[in-house]
């Protein structure tokens, strides 16, 4: 048995032609998903210097959308670009040293592009998923690794662009920068090179089945079916059709439920009558119970609950601000405030509200959606629900509010 060589994958598919054109798509959707990468990151450090904006309120619903469904578009495009570029595996190394070095350099720095975009996809897919088939922190990870993947892309494009120019500036049929001048052999052949093909055969794009302008539109297509079938659980209109957002638009009020209740073994503890509300501030400490929580003033606000998974949904949230249950222990105006709930263990039982959230006007203690008291999936007997906010922080069965 002997190694495949480059000239074993003689498909007339696998040319610059068609890798930088998937290419450049495949560019689009990483650089989307890795500045709204950085947006759900900061909006996640909760000690930045400067604070993550409470405005607009519909802000991470927009990015964390635009994350998922850029990370689930680069899915087909990322096969097709590998499986045109593939045989690159197999090109013998050159002998001499220094060539020898720069291909060693260049191998590696693709190995790594490679292998972090595959992380990049696998990790962020699955966890939209819920599904966590490994034992690292997936938020710190995939942060990190996005690093390396977006920097080893930089450097692969900075190092093909000549070649993608060039590609990029011909007609997607052109042979110019295929292998071996345009004269490799065809389809099924099976036969090595002979530089000796009539002109015709070379140019010919399909000597299979698939033209290169059949393969891009199937590429594009099938893009176009993952980004459909995502943007779904952002976009109400596209909720029937969206096959991956499966969360979207079940659960009370049409709110999707992350963490159910009993999951977050709560519900004996939030249905208590001795439940009561904690609101402190140094020693100044204000106890209240449900009732007292109704009998203060009021507000009404509409705030989309908006997942790092990418699924989002607005409802129309009632309960007391946090501004008004912070000024019964005097807290001084910018305090930040951390948010405990009855949950006893899990990463989402607390979160911090910085001041600027805290202060909002928008930001609420909610006890009802939709006009009827909170579902006690949805965090009853009260949840915070602030503007800007992944839902990682919107806080369920809230039974704490501490200035720290
Ligand atoms: N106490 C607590 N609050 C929580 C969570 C949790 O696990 N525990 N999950 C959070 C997450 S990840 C999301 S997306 C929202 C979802 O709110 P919903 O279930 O009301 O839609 O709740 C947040 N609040
Ligand atoms: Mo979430």
Redesign the pocket.
């Known amino acids: 048995m002997r190694l495949p060589s480059e000239q074993d994958f003689s498909s007339r598919l696998r040319s610059p032609a068609v890798s930088s054109r998937v290419g450049v798509w495949l560019g689009v959707c990483f650089a989307v998903a890795f500045l709204t990468g950085l947006i759900s990151h900061a909006s996640q450090v909760t000690d930045q210097v400067i604070p993550f904006p409470a405005s607009p309120s519909w802000g991470y619903r927009v990015t964390q959308g635009l994350h998922v469904t850029a990370g689930t578009a680069a899915v087909p495009l990322l096969l097709v670009k590998l499986w045109t570029v593939f045989h690159r595996l197999f090109t013998r190394p050159p002998r001499a040293a220094r060539a020898l070095l720069l291909h060693a350099l260049e191998r590696v720095s693709i190995g790594v592009l490679v292998a972090s975009a595959i992380f990049m996809l696998v990790t962020g897919l699955a966890n939209a998923a819920q599904w966590y088939p490994w034992s690292f922190s997936f938020r710190s990870t995939h942060y990190a690794i996005a690093w390396v993947a977006i920097g080893s892309l930089v450097i692969h494009v900075a190092v093909q662009l000549p070649v993608i120019r060039k590609a990029l500036g011909e007609d997607v049929d052109s042979t110019d920068q295929d292998r071996d001048g345009g004269g490799a052999g065809g389809v099924g052949g099976g036969g090595s090179p002979t530089g000796e093909e009539p002109a015709e055969a070379g140019r010919t794009s399909s000597r299979g089945v698939l033209t290169r302008r059949g393969l891009l539109r199937s590429t594009w297509l099938a893009t176009g079916v993952a980004v459909l079938a995502t943007a779904g659980s952002t976009v109400p209109a596209l909720r029937r059709i969206s096959v991956f957002g499966v969360r979207s638009g079940d ?1 009370p009020a049409g ?5 159910s209740a009993k999951s ?1 073994d709560v519900l004996g503890s939030a249905t208590s009558s001795s439940y009561r509300l904690t609101v402190v501030n140094g020693d100044r400490e204000v106890v209240l119970s449900r009732a007292d929580l109704l009998a203060m003033p009021q507000r009404r606000e509409e705030l989309p ?1 908006a ?2 998974e990418g699924w989002s949904a607005s409802g129309t949230w009632g309960g007391v601000r946090v501004r008004d249950l912070l000024d019964l222990v005097d807290a001084p105006a910018g305090s930040d405030v951390k948010v405990d ?1 009855l ?1 006893e263990s ?1 990463p ?2 607390s979160s911090l509200l910085q001041g600027n959230f805290a202060d909002h006007p928008l930001t609420l203690l909610a006890v009802e959606l939709e006009g009827e008291p909170l579902a006690i ?3 009853y007997p009260c949840r915070i629900i602030a503007p800007n906010r992944p ?2 922080l ?4 809230v039974d704490r509010l501490e200035v720290v």
């Open positions: 659960g709110i999707p439920i992350n963490k977050a609950i997942c790092v709930s949950q899990g989402f039982r999936d949805h965090g839902g990682v919107q806080t369920k069965w």
